[in-house]
């Protein structure tokens, strides 16, 4: 509980320094010092699909939907439709980010060079994907373990996590909601309208 109230006071103090104009710098972490050592949801480097790095930081002011996915899941052709949302909103700052884990239901038996191939040959991925981790077990994905601390962990692959511009979680999405559903739309026009 403590965990979400640093979280929430973060997240509340880099509202606040947006709303005085410090909206190009990103927020700083709660230190001890402001009663707590949370780091934003957004922070540090992950390592892409393709070996490179990636620092979340770059999506702080996009909207974004992380999504754990996997290969061999019934839920796999969700993404076709994460695709088609990510093209269709990617210019007016929406990105999705897709972690790859075997860790949640055993369904991602592939290397991380065979799931790029995977995603590109099938489904024609072009939003970023991560390198295979934990997001469940130890060691835990540090982002997820903030997301999990803040919204609860996936309950199964394909859960969608939706962030709005200050890096906040607003939504949490199991498995069976599609990326064309209706209610998951609204909102998430509504987080690019603001």
Known sequence: ?????????????????????????????ATAADGGNEEPLLSGTQTL???GPRSLERFRGDVVMVVNTASECGFTPQFDGLERLYRERRDQGF????????????????TD?????????????????????NLVSEPINPLFERLNAA????????????????????????????????ELNRRLDQLLAS
């Open 95 to 110: 990105v999705i980010l897709g972690f790859p884990a075997d860790d949640v239901a055993g369904q991602e038996p592939r």
């Open 49 to 51: 699909l393709d070996g």
């Open 1 to 29: 509980m403590a965990r979400v109230a640093t979280a929430v006071a973060t997240l509340a103090a880099a509202v606040l320094l947006a709303a005085c104009g410090a909206e190009d710098e990103p927020p700083a972490p």
């Open 151 to 182: 919204a609860g962990p996936p309950s199964w692959n394909f859960n969608k996590y939706l962030l709005d511009r200050d890096g906040k979680v607003v939504e949490h999405y199991d498995s069976s909601t599609a990326p064309d559903d209706p």
């Open 113 to 133: 060079r065979q799931i790029a191939e995977f995603c590109e040959a099938n489904f024609g991925v072009s939003f970023p994907m991560f390198a295979k981790s």
